[in-house]
């Protein structure tokens, strides 16, 4: 019997890289577990099949497609009352150069999406008397990075919804916190190192230079915040972002 | 095996008697620092806090029966609410003595063995108030603020060897540092906080706990629980 015995999540983007990290730790502790990613794959059946899931892919900046993800879910496992709102879409480019549907993608899918998530899955949660959403915002939210208006104005904007729902759903024992990750070894990283003309290897030494700790992050450290904020026995922390960078800022939110 | 080694201050009540607790149910062996006996704890040390040479004797003596301190977490404190123009002197001195003293003379006794083994971790309880502010609480916010500032400095300069430093900033809790007639307690002020209701120490301990052996990649970072009361 793990600490999520008898409760069931969703977690969206999880057919690599955190997203799967944190499914993987959620299904450790005893927790019916929904993955989710943009469209279906082999990787998302592969987990699912691996944690004993449920792969339903869907793409959440789709309201539809989201509330149907989550009825599918519901149906299978019972009523989902944990929310991993991990998804993300990424795009750089200079402030006066970003096309604006791009633009506009970014923070339809990283805000929006997350916004139909919790929305989708609220009536369950009410349904169940209590609820946990863990929202993975992003260190870049906190503090911006150049060339990256859009993606850290979706993570700043998921922060004031974190902040938002926690202060209007705490009554109701649904329970909001957010993630700020710092630099994390996830697939994205190979992406942005090809974008920089550079070797992952240059990459991973180059941020961990900036990083006390000296490394970056690993999916592991993150999906392990996941499951602290998915605990059904504390309410006390609430509204709340717990960065989990290994010391590059030191809490700023 | 033998058991793993953390030491609490202040455990011989509220929050640090529900951290020793915690801990203690994880299977580690605690030694409780307080003025009082402390139970939950595999050794009891009665020792003030902002005694320096004290806490190092008392860690030296009991690393020798237990083994080195792996874990430390400074929760002794005192509260008190106080116009600024009434906190005198004396009142001024012990509050940075014991909630920012203590923490250091803790640090000094736990951190260079850590330092050679390349690993450890302590962990400061501060406060919701070092964040937010208080009515008439100035000297305790300015002495949890300055455990704020001391950690996210010791963070970033210990983490490179491997020893993490991070901080729990709660909101009003259910202890007896807060008397019965606390305006904490009033039903005016509880449910202003978002879950209607003060924090409960074990909720603490839970995430204390966690930032000692769940979040190994949490660094120089506070962890709020605190009923909603800043967010």
């Known amino acids: ?253 | 095996m033998s058991q793993r080694v953390a030491l609490v201050s202040g455990a011989a009540s509220g929050i640090g008697r529900a951290i020793a607790a915690e801990l203690s149910d994880r299977g580690w062996a605690v030694l409780g620092v307080d003025l009082g006996p402390a139970p939950h704890c595999a050794i009891s040390v009665e020792v003030d806090v902002t005694d320096f040479a004290g806490v190092a004797r008392a860690v030296r003596q009991a690393e020798q029966q237990l083994g080195p301190v792996e874990a430390a977490v400074s929760a002794a404190g005192h509260y008190a609410i106080v116009p600024i123009s009434e906190i005198d002197p004396s009142a001024w001195l012990r509050m940075l003595r014991v909630h920012l003293g203590g923490l250091a003379a803790i640090t000094r006794a736990v951190l260079p063995g850590m330092v050679q083994r390349g690993s450890g971790t302590i962990v400061a309880v501060t406060s919701e108030l070092a964040i937010g502010g208080g009515d008439s609480d100035s000297h305790y916010a300015s002495a949890k603020g300055a455990v704020i500032g001391f950690v996210r400095s010791l963070a970033a300069e210990v983490a490179p060897q491997g020893v993490r430093i991070n901080a729990v900033a709660p909101g009003p809790t259910d202890t007896p540092l807060l008397a019965a007639d606390s305006p904490w307690r009033a039903p005016e002020y509880l449910s202003t906080l978002p879950i209607g209701r003060l924090v409960r120490p074990d909720e603490v301990a839970l995430c204390t706990a966690a930032l000692i052996e769940e979040l190994p990649f949490c660094v120089g970072e506070i962890i709020s629980p605190n009923a909603g009361a800043v967010i």
């Open chain 1, 1 to 253: 019997m793990g600490r999520l015995s008898g409760h069931v999540a969703f977690v969206s983007g999880a057919a690599q890289g955190m997203g799967a990290a944190h499914a993987r730790r959620l299904a450790a502790e005893g927790a019916l577990v929904a993955v989710n990613d943009r469209v279906a794959s082999p990787a998302l059946d592969e987990l699912a099949h691996e944690i004993g899931g449920l792969p339903v892919p869907a793409d959440m900046a789709d309201r539809e497609a989201v509330f149907a993800g989550l009825d599918r879910a519901s149906e299978h496992l019972g009523d989902v009352d944990i929310v991993v709102a991990n998804h993300a879409y990424m795009s750089m480019s200079d402030f006066l150069d970003h096309d604006e549907d791009d633009w506009w993608r970014v923070i339809d899918t990283n805000l929006g999406g997350t916004f139909w998530l919790i929305q989708a899955a609220l009536p369950r949660m009410r349904r169940r008397g209590a609820g946990r959403v863990v929202i993975i915002s992003s260190e870049w939210g906190q503090i911006g990075w150049p060339q990256a208006t859009a993606y850290s104005a979706s993570k700043a904007g998921l922060i004031s919804l974190t902040k938002t729902l926690g202060r209007e759903l705490a009554r109701e024992h649904i329970i909001v916190n957010a993630i700020a990750p710092g630099v994390t070894d996830t697939p994205q990283l190979q992406v942005d190192a090809d974008a920089a003309g550079v070797t992952l290897a240059a990459m991973h030494e180059e941020y961990a230079a900036t990083i006390p700790l000296g490394r970056i992050g690993a999916p592991e450290d993150i999906a392990a915040a996941v499951a602290f904020l998915a605990d059904f026995r504390m309410e006390a922390l609430v509204g709340q972002v717990v960065s989990v960078n290994g010391g590059s800022t030191r809490t700023r939110a």
